[in-house]
């Protein structure tokens, strides 16, 4: 035999608070690079055989399909070789930054 409880209220109230809550995003991206305008840039160093250039006058260092200042390429290196799978070492991206800021 099987008991049930069953129940019933009823109640007001006044409050605040606070929620916390989570979310789950997902994606899924795909590029193409080309490039538009009058020169492409000055090669400057080779990375696993893809050309680092300098672009005058906007100030952009390019490596593949990847234009970013020197300020972005020095703060963010390592996280670009790693979407682009390429290794590179601190010691040659110095190198390759020393090289951009003479030109």
């Known amino acids: 035999m099987s008991k049930h409880n069953i129940g019933y209220g009823h109640g007001d109230g006044d409050g605040y608070g606070d929620g916390l809550g989570y979310g789950y995003g997902d994606g899924l991206g795909y590029g193409y690079c080309d490039g538009l305008g009058h020169g492409y840039g000055k090669i400057i160093a080779q990375v696993e055989g ?8 906007f100030n952009v260092v390019i490596v593949g399909c990847q234009a970013h200042t020197v ?8 996280e670009i070789a790693e979407d682009e799978n390429v290794d590179v070492t601190k010691e040659e991206v110095e190198e390759i930054l020393r090289l951009v800021e003479a030109t």
Request: charged share 30%; hydrophobic share 30%; glycine share 6%.
């Open 71 to 78: 300020e972005h390429w020095r703060q963010h290196w390592r």
């Open 50 to 57: 893809l050309g680092v250039k300098i672009r005058p006058p």
